[in-house]
Structure formats: C-alpha cells, structure tokens
C-alpha cells in the first residue's frame, strides 16, 4: 500500500487530510487491481496514444 | 412516434415541424418539473427552426429524415450563443463562440434543437445527481436514478420530450442511462464521431452518441453525425456507410458472440434471464449463437479507470483550488487522479494497446457479441451500494462494469431494451461490434426490434 498522504504532501498537492483518507481505500484497490497487468510488459509496446508529427493545421 | 413515423408523417402533410416543436414543447414544460432534465430549454429558437424547417420542405429542399424533428444534446456540446454548462458551476457562464461539429451536422440535417440537457456534473459519474442544476430523475420511477453521465438525455428520450438526444460515453454514460431509461443508446467506435467543441472528460476516451427510441432511430442520427473532422485529431477517415438497417433486415447466419466468461456473472436475475431470452430470439432468427471467452474484463476496467483519472484530473488542474466548486463525489475523483505517478497512465496507455490486440481475435470466432449492458436495474436515487447476484457493491462500480472495456478498446456498443424487471423497470442488452462496424451492431438490433425484443413505451404523462 503506497502512503497517499506522504505522495500528495510531496507533489505539493493540497487535499484535505478527511478527503484523502477517503480515497486512500479506493486508490489502494485501484492500484491493486492495475498492477499484474503491468508487470510483463515487453519494452517494444508503446503507448495508445497519438501524436503525429505531420499534425493538419487549419 | 419513431424518428421514420414522424418524417413520414411531415412528408405526408398530417404533421407540420411547428406541430411536432409545438408538442415537445408542451411537453417539456408539463414534466421538466419532475424530470429536471434540461439545463436550458430554447423553445423560441426551436419554433424559429422548425418554421423554416416548414417552409424548405414547402420548397421542395428534403434534408433527409432528420428535417424538422425535435431533438436536444447533453450540456457538454458547445452551442454557439447558447451557454454550455458541462453542468458545472465552472461552465456556468460559458457561452460558446462556435458549434460543435455534431451541432452543426444535425443542424445541417434539418433537425430541431431543443436545448441543452442535464447531465451528471463534468460527466463525471453515473446517477446525474447534479448538486447544482438538480438532479435527472428516471421517467419510469421518479425515485429512481436515470443513470448517467447522459441522464438528462437518456430522461428526455424515454419521456418523448424529444426523439433524439446527443450524449458522450467515457465509461458508459451514453449506454448506462440507455438501459436505465428504457432508450437505444449508440457508442460509436473512438474516431467515427467528431470530439471537436465538445467539453472533453477523458481525450483518449470519450465518444459521442444518440440515444433515441429505436434502433434505426440511431442509425438515422449517426448518419448525419459520422466521418472524418480535420479539426479532431482523432478523428477517422475510415468510410461512411448508409448505418440504416434495411427494412426486415436479416441475421441468418451471423456469428453471434456469448461471453461464457464474465459478462453473466453476478447480475439480478430479471436481467440474466432477459438477456438470454433475447440470445434465444437471436438464434431463432437463425443466428449462430457462438459461446466464446472473453480478455480479462476486469483489467481493462482498470486500465480504463486510471487512464480516466489521471486525463479528467489533468484537464481540470487549473481548476481544482477551487474546492468549493466542485461536488464530493467529482471531487474524490479529481483527487484521485492527482495522486497517479504519470507512469501509471503511460502503462496503462501501453497495456491498452496490448488488449486491443487481443481482443481483435475474438472476431474471428464472432461477427458481434451480446451481453447486457448493466448487471442491475435503475437505483434508487441517493443509493450509493447495491446488492446484485450475492454481492453488495458501490453502484458506480457495478453499473460501470460491464461498459467500461468498450471505452479501453474503442469498439462501437449499442444499448437496446430487451425487458421490464419485476419492479417495471427498463433492462437492457449490449450489442458489441468489430471497430467500424456500427452498420453489423445496428442491423442485430433491428433485427431484434422487429421480432419483438423491445419493452413498452415509458407511462409517464
């Protein structure tokens, strides 16, 4: 389990303490549930994500 | 009245667009009251369209089906001159100086814009719950949730205050409020519907739709919004067909997907047993019901929700001091994607596109799947767990968790009623397609429409 507070306190994100520690639960689970499909991603799998370099511009 | 009964009926002189505008009107004015399913409603711009909606037709200029029909978008969709509140605090004030391309393309179709709808706030959420315009309440039970983000339009569809309504689907929230409300609800595929001037949630994520009250209700709507927009980087060039399905249309011989594997665990019985039934009435319109086994659904629900929290949190950055602004539930969700380390996201983009490469090769088993479209029917408003098939659950979780995946792969989803529950309320199907092959999904549904699989119109007034 990672250490919400510390992470948010480190980014310099200001939450209040009774909001973080309702969402520390769910992020702990959310975390949980990510992890395995991470763990033998081969280096060569890029991001679904979209950049072109040749963009259209109006 | 279908979208195709009301243009017959335009075209055969028994209606003007004035009386169809007129009615909406009346309409709208008699249930908003209960409903609270418009943000704004523009009545007097909308009789000014219909009249000259009137008078083309009059002069022999046809815009095709959607000429003079009543319609309204969810308040995500910039309307110029219109204010374009995202249902938002934020947005209050905002007043668009351009339409959105889905705007401009239904207007281009003839048809007649309403207003704007209500919707959960940001579309951040599923019960449209809004904190500050009211909440959507469900036509079938005003107790009950609509569901959402898209509540206002699923609300005004099922309550025939318009025959059409746009929403956007990041997770679900075109098909939740879909089978929530008793509508058809489309998600394209990622790319065959314009994203430009539309308040973006998750860029990587949202998709634009209908939600009407028939199925080929939505194949009309998406033909007058789909195809490629230089302007939205993600936009598709890939061909538009006629979406239409044909009049007694078949599936004889189609390859129809049943997900052995997690799409029918743990649902209310009602809908299990819905479902199935329309699976039967497939196969007796000679379909070839094909059990095959799913990817991981529950991976990509969470891929989905990281990619989600982390793209709705950095659009909104500049905005969250402002605390205050924001209702809990959004904001719990906000903070959450704050506190994502950026490698988080990345890999979830990469796992991604691991999964769309897997998930491809179940179309070579299949040409479509079925499953439904939530495990529950419509909570009660306020609920904020439910219980379905044994298990007691937060109902954002359970009402997201058969959608979210489709969202994660970009493949086109569509919603139809498929049965009333014991308590009278909507349930619902998905249809999933191959990515582009909205024209095969729509033509299931129809066919499934045309034997029956659909559910009585909404009793409200």
Sequence with gaps: MKDWRAIAKGNGIEIPAKDLSRIAAVLDALEADFRPSVKDLCPELEPAVIFQADEEVE | ?461
Aim: proline fraction near 7%; hydrophobic fraction near 40%.
């Design chain 2, 1 to 461: 009245m279908t979208i195709s009964q009301a243009a017959q009926s335009l075209r055969a002189h028994r209606l003007s667009a004035v009386e169809l505008t007129a009615s909406a009107i009346e309409r709208i004015e008699r249930l908003e009251p209960t409903l609270s399913a418009f943000i704004t409603i523009t009545a007097e711009r909308a009789l000014e369209s219909a009249r000259r909606a009137d008078a083309e037709l009059a002069a022999g200029r046809d815009r095709g089906p959607l000429h003079g029909i009543p319609i309204a978008v969810k308040d995500l969709f910039y309307t110029r001159g219109i204010a374009t509140t995202a249902g938002s605090p934020l947005f209050e004030k905002f007043v668009p100086s351009f339409d959105a391309t889905v705007v401009d393309r239904l207007e281009a179709a003839g048809a007649v814009m309403m207003g704007k709808l209500n919707l959960h706030e940001l579309a951040y959420g599923i019960t449209s719950a809004n904190p500050h315009f009211g909440p959507v309440r469900n036509p079938w039970n005003p107790e009950r949730s609509p569901g959402g983000s898209s509540g206002g339009s699923g609300a005004a569809v099922a309550a025939h205050m318009v025959y059409a309504a746009m929403g956007t689907d990041t997770g679900g929230s075109i098909r939740i409020p879909a089978a929530f409300c008793g509508t058809v609800g489309l998600k394209p595929t990622y790319g065959r519907v314009s994203r430009r001037g539309v308040l973006p949630l998750a860029f990587s994520l949202d998709h634009m739709g209908p939600l009407t009250r028939s199925v080929r209700d939505a194949a009309y709507v998406l033909n007058a919004i789909a195809g490629h927009d230089r302007s939205d980087d993600t936009s598709s060039r890939h061909p538009v067909v006629d979406f239409v399905p044909d009049d007694g249309c078949s599936i004889s011989g189609l390859r129809v997907g049943f997900p052995e594997n997690f799409y029918f665990e743990a649902l209310d019985p009602d809908v299990e047993s819905s479902v199935r039934g329309a699976l039967a009435r497939a196969e007796s319109l000679g379909a070839r019901i094909t059990p095959v086994r799913v990817p991981d659904i529950a991976a990509h629900n969470a891929v989905g929700r990281i990619i989600l929290l982390a793209e709705a949190s950095a659009l909104m950055e500049p905005h969250l001091h402002q605390r205050n602004h924001f209702g809990a539930d959004v904001l719990a969700l906000f903070d959450q994607g704050l506190l994502l380390p950026a490698s988080d996201y990345i890999n979830a983009q990469r796992v991604r596109r691991q999964m769309q490469r897997e998930f491809r090769k179940i179309w070579s088993e299949v040409d479509c799947l079925i499953t439904p479209t939530t495990p529950n029917t419509a909570p009660r408003v306020g609920d904020l767990t439910v219980s379905v098939g044994g298990r007691t659950e937060e109902v954002r979780m359970v009402t997201t968790r058969l959608v979210r995946a489709m969202n994660v792969l970009g493949l086109p989803a569509l919603a139809m009623p498929c049965g009333l529950s014991a308590h009278g309320l909507p349930i619902s199907l998905q249809i999933i397609g191959p990515a582009f092959e909205e024209a095969t999904i729509l033509r299931v549904g129809a066919a499934l429409e045309d034997s029956g699989v659909s559910i009585p119109p909404c009793p409200i007034g």
